[in-house]
Each structure stands twice: as structure tokens, then as C-alpha cells.
């Protein structure tokens, strides 16, 4: 059964950093790109940043590019995202996501974290 725990979320005042982990579990994920997506209370989810298998591709959504980076360790099947100069705009509940492909951006993702609750404040 395929796990994806999220840790490393809370509550960060503007300007500061956080960095999110996921540990997936269950199979092996050499082959899959992972990602981290966000959802604020009213809006849709959105993919942040995704990595692609090898980690020698990243993609992320204009919001955050610059802030933060996404990385991988694939003997650890774990995803991290460094977030920097934190913004109130990025409180959201992130997700930890995976999905088997060559690709590098995840659109159909295979398994989702439980969520965590990332709260920024001005």
C-alpha cells in the first residue's frame, strides 16, 4: 500500500523559511515524479513544484519560483520543498504527490499525502 507522509508544516511569519518532507512508502517511486501541491481554504488545488525522477528536472508555478526549491533523495524515497521569504499568500494546506512517469510535471497524480497545514502571517 502506497504511504506518503507530510511533515515540517506550521505556522512561519512573513519573510521566514519552512521546509516540508514527504516520505512515500509502499513500492518503489525511482520511477515516478513527485510533487507538492496547495490548496487554500475556496480555491482549487494547485500543483507548487514537482521534480522529475532522476531530480535532474524541476518545474514550478510562477507563485513560488525563486522562493522555493524542490529536491529529492531517492535512496530515502523523500521530497522536500525549501520555502523561502515566505509570503501570508502562501498559507495553504500542502500535499505530497507522485505519479509514474517519465515526466517532470505530475497532472494525474497516483497517491496524495494526507496534507499539511503551512500558515503564514504578515
Known amino acids: 500500500q502506497v504511504q506518503l507522509v507530510e511533515s515540517g508544516g506550521g505556522l512561519e511569519q512573513a519573510g521566514g523559511s519552512l521546509r516540508l518532507s514527504c516520505a512515500a512508502s509502499?513500492?518503489?517511486?525511482?520511477?515516478?515524479?513527485m510533487g507538492w501541491f496547495r490548496q487554500a481554504p475556496g480555491k482549487e488545488r494547485n500543483l507548487v513544484a514537482s521534480i522529475n525522477y532522476s531530480g535532474g528536472d524541476t518545474f514550478y508555478a510562477d507563485s513560488v519560483r525563486g522562493r522555493f526549491t524542490i529536491s529529492r533523495v531517492n535512496t530515502k524515497n523523500t521530497v522536500y520543498l525549501q520555502m523561502n521569504s515566505l509570503k501570508p499568500e502562501d498559507t495553504a494546506v500542502y500535499y505530497c504527490?507522485?505519479?509514474?512517469?517519465?515526466?517532470?510535471?505530475?497532472?494525474?497524480?497516483?497517491?496524495w499525502g494526507q496534507g499539511i497545514q503551512v500558515t503564514v502571517s504578515s
Open positions: 504527490a507522485t505519479q509514474r512517469t517519465l515526466a517532470t510535471i505530475i497532472r494525474q497524480p497516483d497517491a
Open positions: 509502499g513500492r518503489t517511486f525511482r520511477h515516478d515524479a
